[in-house]
């Protein structure tokens, strides 16, 4: 496990450089100095998934006490809008580097875990799509398709069936859909998102898992705000009692504009109070988002 840890570290090193590199930049440039509505402009379309903002999620995740040991996830999550006429296609891209100890379950990108003794590197890669349209100045809703890719690699030089700890060995597919009301200081919505597997390596479970997320947030002054991102899994293969998580908790966030751009970041902590057999107790997660702006 010491190669493993080394070669996620390094991982880590290398997406957290370019984010020092930028948020010493926030203070190096004396030119910034965006007005108070530019800065609530942005914490809205931050925490609005259905905003037609290009961003560039970064985040951390790290799940706790689970009988195997624990599970760390750095994502890299585009997101890539397309208009469509009065549409918008908001297409939300997420890379997935994993290191993990064995079979840990009750975790969103390891829906089947296959049995082993730890390994790291990339894991699925997922894609939705979503096409949405304003309701009202306050109401929006989507919907569209999810792909789950089979994309796990391995970081070291060892036996390739070691890789299938990294993801589920199958290409799955499902619809997905996300409701999202903004009504100052709050932004609330509801995302859920089912896939099932298609096609992939005959010799792994088949994949039917729903992930339902919450999410509410309430704005302070100067950029903060407190949120909660509840993401609760249902494994549909695995018994009723054993196949949820559902987490509680939150976090606190703070939007920093740079001239006509913003990076937002969030610090959040969550405790699974209802979780199958050998999943982790708790999860906290830090996200940095950099949102482009015209």
């Given at each position: 496990?010491?190669?493993?840890?080394?070669?996620?570290?390094?991982?880590?090193?290398?997406?957290?450089?370019?984010?020092?590199?930028?948020?010493?930049?926030?203070?190096?440039?004396?030119?910034?100095?965006?007005?108070?509505?530019?800065?609530?402009?942005?914490?809205?379309?931050?925490?609005?998934?259905?905003?037609p903002?290009?961003?560039?999620?970064?985040?951390?995740?790290?799940?706790?006490?689970?009988?195997?040991?624990?599970?760390?996830?750095?994502?890299?999550?585009?997101?890539?809008?397309?208009?469509?006429?009065?549409?918008?296609?908001?297409?939300?891209?997420?890379?997935?580097?994993?290191?993990?100890?064995?079979?840990v379950?009750?975790?969103?990108?390891?829906?089947?875990?296959?049995?082993?003794?730890?390994?790291?590197?990339?894991?699925?890669?997922?894609?939705?799509?979503?096409?949405?349209?304003?309701?009202?100045?306050?109401?929006?809703?989507?919907?569209?398709?999810?792909?789950?890719?089979?994309?796990?690699?391995?970081?070291?030089?060892?036996?390739?069936?070691?890789?299938?700890?990294?993801?589920?060995?199958?290409?799955s597919?499902?619809?997905a859909?996300t409701?999202?009301?903004?009504?100052?200081?709050?932004?609330?919505g509801?995302?859920?998102?089912?896939?099932?597997?298609?096609?992939?390596?005959?010799?792994?479970?088949?994949?039917?898992?729903?992930?339902?997320?919450?999410?509410?947030?309430?704005?302070?002054?100067?950029?903060?705000?407190?949120?909660?991102?509840?993401?609760?899994?249902?494994?549909?293969?695995?018994?009723?009692?054993?196949?949820?998580?559902?987490?509680?908790?939150?976090?606190?966030?703070?939007?920093?504009p740079?001239?006509?751009?913003?990076?937002?970041?969030?610090?959040?902590?969550?405790?699974n109070?209802?979780?199958?057999d050998?999943?982790?107790?708790?999860?906290?997660?830090l996200s940095?988002?950099?949102?482009?702006?015209?």
């Amino acid at each position: 496990m010491k190669k493993i840890s080394f070669h996620f570290n390094r991982l880590l090193l290398s997406l957290g450089l370019p984010l020092a590199l930028a948020t010493s930049g926030i203070y190096a440039d004396k030119t910034v100095g965006a007005t108070d509505s530019q800065t609530e402009d942005f914490v809205y379309k931050a925490q609005n998934p259905l905003s037609p903002t290009y961003s560039l999620p970064l985040k951390y995740t790290h799940h706790g006490g689970a009988e195997n040991g624990d599970v760390s996830i750095g994502s890299i999550q585009p997101i890539i809008p397309v208009t469509l006429g009065d549409w918008h296609l908001i297409n939300q891209l997420s890379l997935n580097f994993i290191g993990t100890p064995g079979v840990v379950k009750g975790i969103a990108e390891l829906p089947e875990p296959y049995q082993g003794n730890g390994v790291a590197g990339l894991g699925d890669t997922t894609l939705t799509s979503l096409f949405t349209a304003p309701v009202s100045n306050r109401f929006m809703v989507s919907f569209g398709p999810a792909f789950v890719f089979p994309t796990d690699t391995l970081m070291n030089d060892i036996e390739d069936r070691r890789s299938r700890e990294l993801g589920s060995g199958k290409f799955s597919v499902g619809p997905a859909l996300t409701f999202v009301t903004q009504t100052k200081p709050w932004t609330a919505g509801l995302a859920v998102k089912q896939v099932w597997s298609v096609f992939g390596n005959n010799s792994r479970h088949g994949v039917s898992q729903m992930v339902l997320q919450p999410f509410v947030n309430y704005n302070l002054a100067d950029g903060w705000y407190l949120l909660s991102d509840i993401h609760m899994i249902a494994n549909w293969n695995k018994e009723t009692d054993k196949g949820w998580t559902v987490p509680v908790g939150g976090g606190v966030g703070k939007l920093l504009p740079i001239g006509k751009h913003a990076l937002n970041t969030r610090l959040e902590g969550y405790y699974n109070p209802v979780r199958p057999d050998l999943s982790p107790e708790w999860s906290a997660n830090l996200s940095v988002q950099f949102l482009f702006g015209k």
